[in-house]
């Protein structure tokens, strides 16, 4: 259990949480250059660290791939991302 609230730590907004996933979508060509109807599409595949929480208000961004310097300011962050691990499953 968290502790410390989850809010935004610049103005106290909502804040909402977000993760980024890879899907690759794929068409034939012919040889005469026409696109294919049929799409395969790849099983969202989540980018390891591609994710991270933004504020509602002023778009305060903790991005924990280029945070790291936050992760260790707000590690509460942290702690809620891995006990809600299963649920922000895709």
């Known amino acids: 259990m968290i502790d ?3 809010k935004c730590p610049e103005c106290g907004g909502n ?3 977000w993760k980024e996933y890879l899907v690759t979508k794929t068409r034939n060509i012919s ?3 026409t696109l294919s109807k049929r799409v395969k599409t790849t099983t ?3 980018i ?3 994710e991270g929480f933004q504020c509602n208000q002023c778009k305060w961004l ?3 791939v280029d945070g790291i310097e936050k ?3 707000y590690p509460h962050l942290m702690d809620w991302i891995e006990e809600h691990e299963c649920e922000l499953k895709v």
Do not use: R, S
């Open 44 to 46: 969202p595949d989540h």
């Open 48 to 50: 390891i660290g591609m």
């Open 4 to 6: 410390e609230e989850i």
């Open 31 to 33: 040889k005469n250059g």
């Open 15 to 17: 804040l909402v949480f």
């Open 62 to 64: 903790f991005n924990t």
């Open 71 to 73: 992760m260790d300011k």
